[in-house]
């Protein structure tokens, strides 16, 4: 089973940007729609962003729209997510997971979590 891996989070004051990257091993990696989701303490797992396997399609949570882009590179095999104006309300464990076929929202639709890297935006 392939196994998606975040990194980039970490501790960041109110207005700055973090980049996070997706990345994981296989060629097939390249066949799916990439999404980026985020848990915060005692709430659910929430759609952050995707792209579709060859970045024709986007989709952002209304609450992200403007602030966030996400990109991939096929060749290789990584999604990024570039943070920028951050907010408090954006600190939570931040997740990628791959979607076969068209792009989607919901995370019952994705598999190969990763362990999450986690964000912190202090006020």
């Known amino acids: 089973q392939v196994q998606l891996v975040e990194s980039g989070g970490g501790l960041v004051q109110a207005g700055g940007s973090v980049r996070l990257s997706c990345a994981a091993s296989?060629?097939?990696?390249?066949?799916?729609?990439v999404g980026w989701f985020r848990q915060a303490p005692g709430k659910e797992r929430e759609f952050v962003a995707v792209?579709?396997?060859?970045?024709?399609?986007?989709n952002y949570a209304d609450s992200v729209k403007g602030r966030f882009t996400i990109s991939r590179n096929n060749a290789k095999n990584a999604v990024d997510l570039q943070m920028n104006s951050l907010e408090p309300e954006d600190t939570a464990v931040y997740y990628c997971?791959?979607?076969?076929?068209?792009?989607?929202?919901?995370?019952?639709?994705?598999?190969?979590w990763g362990q999450g890297t986690q964000v912190t935006v202090s006020s």
């Open positions: 792209i579709s396997w060859n970045s024709g399609s986007t």
């Open positions: 296989g060629r097939s990696f390249r066949m799916y729609a």
């Open positions: 997971a791959r979607k076969w076929g068209a792009v989607g929202t919901r995370p019952s639709d994705f598999e190969s």
